[in-house]
């Protein structure tokens, strides 16, 4: 079974992962009343991202002898002044993510519970690749500003995969 300081801490990500479902899902919702739909598809997809994140690390608890709880969600920001803002915001969240779940393997590691440090390496390939991404993306405003032209082809690129 889980070791059961591990097990807590990986109750207390499976908050992180749900607070960070529902405040992606505010950013869908401030894209989608800007016109930035491609964006808003961008943010629901990795709003599901997240709940499944939640969703693994739950199981993984109740399949290994713990106990998972539903987590409450509160503290979400909905005022932001533009696009680039919101990647920033959703860059620094992966950050704290990363942080997160390296401190969880650190504590694996200690504890010897190698079948949850296991788990927890799908997660740091997924959060190099998260961070890299939200990266990649906010190198485009860099590039090719944030007026209103500038924008739009974020906006088309965020839609072909960015
Ligand atoms: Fe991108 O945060 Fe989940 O793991």
């Known amino acids: 079974g889980i070791n059961v300081d591990v097990m807590d801490l990986l109750n207390q990500q499976i ?8 405040a992606y899902l505010a950013m869908a919702s401030w894209c989608d009343h800007n016109g930035l739909t491609n964006s808003a598809e961008f943010f629901y997809k ?5 709940r499944e994140h939640m969703l693994k690390i739950f199981r993984f608890i109740n399949e290994n002898g713990g ?22 915001t959703a ?3 992966e950050i704290q993510i990363t942080k997160s779940i390296n401190n969880i393997v650190a504590r694996c590691r200690k504890v010897q519970d190698f079948g ?20 990649r993306i906010l190198e485009m405003f860099d590039l090719m500003g ?10 088309e690129r965020i839609k072909h995969g960015e």
């Open 116 to 135: 949850s440090e296991n788990f927890l390496q799908w997660f740091i390939t997924e959060q190099m690749e998260e961070e890299n991404q939200f990266r």
């Open 46 to 50: 990795q709003s599901s991202e997240e």
């Open 67 to 88: 106990t998972a709880y539903s987590p409450e969600v509160s503290n979400i920001n909905h005022e932001f002044n533009s696009l680039q803002e919101i990647f920033e």
């Open 15 to 22: 908050a992180k992962e749900a607070h960070s479902a529902a």
């Open 146 to 155: 944030t007026d209103g032209i500038a924008l739009k082809l974020i906006d």
């Open 91 to 93: 860059l620094d969240q």
